[in-house]
């Protein structure tokens, strides 16, 4: 089973504060859809007025072409998945994962041969007689998914379940869940402050920011084309030139900064003050005829393995990040030493400048 989420003029207030201010979006079924931002956004809201933890204030949530106003949490076909997982420590694994359908009212035989399949599914098969506190974190992961799979919800909502996990576990956790939710085809709802999860498992992503919706975009898009400075910030490392604007035409612009003047791809939005957003990946060392050049002077450097993270800073003392790839030979500049490098038009974004 799986289903289409509709998010349609949904604002949610809490006395005078505004935690989501009119949402509209459309997750599609079948649809691997988070929702990235900082803490306070409005992520967790979003996602207890989706399950029917909340009503909204105004607005409306429709699951599968229905309309959700008035039906509560245990008659919506959605299954939540929390930080803590709250797995029954003194259950076997296919019973916890079974659990939920002992309530249903499925008889003992169905249940196991149910919290068998999914075993399977999670690639946990032959698991079952285990006990809980017998499983690694990662391994109860699965099986808090199996468990809330069992029910068969056509939408999985997932909050922030990776956050308690080890770094390494948490990596190869995100390729787990990507592959579970392919292998079900249920539409999961993820919400997560980490964009490396975000972008490395979602077919989309919506950013917020302060209760609003920013951007949604496929993690490619949002991360080369960003819509607002705040997702040019927050997804990915980026460099902000401010400036004002000269010309603009055919999805291009040039903006006069204090550097002289740099182009770069506009699409036109207008606003009082521009700022170019370049990645540090993107800048090389040089003036390689890449059209646009800055002059900067080495602080320090990272060596980051595949490759070595450079701090600079512009004439004006404002910070420059170059991220140059290791090529097996020693930077050739020192700290303290100027150094020029160059960037596309291509590889930058001119967007309104954002306090
Ligand atoms: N029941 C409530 N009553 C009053 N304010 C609330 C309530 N629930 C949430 N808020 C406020 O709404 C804002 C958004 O909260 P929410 O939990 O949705 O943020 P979030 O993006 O999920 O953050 P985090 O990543 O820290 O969980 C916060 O400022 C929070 O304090």
Do not use: W
């Not at 599968?64 to 039906?71: E, Q």
Request: net charge negative.
């Amino acid at each position: 089973m799986t289903a289409a989420v509709e998010i349609d003029h949904v604002t949610q207030r809490f006395g005078d504060f505004t935690a989501v201010h009119d949402a509209t979006l459309t997750i599609e079924a079948g649809e691997f859809f988070s929702f990235l931002g900082p803490s306070g956004c409005g992520k967790t809201t979003l996602l207890r007025l989706v399950s029917g933890f909340t009503e909204p204030t105004a607005g409306r949530i429709s699951i599968g072409g229905k309309d959700m106003r008035g039906i509560g949490p245990n008659k919506r076909p959605t299954a939540m998945i929390f930080q803590n997982l709250a797995l029954f420590p003194l259950m076997s694994v296919a019973e916890n994962i079974a659990f939920g359908l002992e309530v249903r009212g499925l008889g003992k035989a169905a249940r196991r041969r149910r919290a068998d399949e999914l075993l399977d599914l999670i690639a946990l098969p032959g698991q079952g007689d285990k006990k809980v506190s017998e499983l690694s974190g990662g391994q109860r992961q699965r099986v808090a998914i199996a468990r809330a799979l069992a029910v068969e919800p056509a939408v999985l909502l997932l909050d922030e379940p990776l956050s308690a996990l080890d770094l390494k576990l948490r990596q190869h956790m995100r390729a787990e869940l990507r592959a579970i939710q392919k292998r079900t085809g249920v539409t999961f709802i993820y919400i997560t402050h980490d964009q490396g999860e975000a972008l490395a498992m979602s077919d989309r992503v919506a950013v917020m920011r302060a209760g609003h919706i920013e951007q949604v975009a496929s993690p490619t898009e949002l991360y080369d084309r960003p819509a607002t400075g705040f997702v040019a910030g927050f997804v990915g490392e980026t460099n902000r030139i401010p400036g004002r604007l000269l010309q603009a035409g055919n999805g291009y612009g040039v903006i006069e900064t204090a550097f002289g003047p740099l182009s770069a791809r506009f699409d036109g939005a207008d606003s009082d003050s521009h700022a170019l957003f370049v990645r540090p990946e993107r800048l090389g060392l040089g003036d390689a005829g890449r059209g646009n050049r800055l002059q900067a002077t080495i602080e320090n450097s990272a060596f980051e393995g595949a490759h070595l993270l450079v701090f600079a800073r512009l004439a004006d003392g404002s910070p420059l990040t170059v991220q140059v790839p290791n090529g097996g030979q020693p930077l050739a500049v020192a700290p303290g030493e100027g150094f020029t490098v160059s960037f596309a038009a291509d590889d930058a974004t001119i967007l309104p400048a954002e306090a």
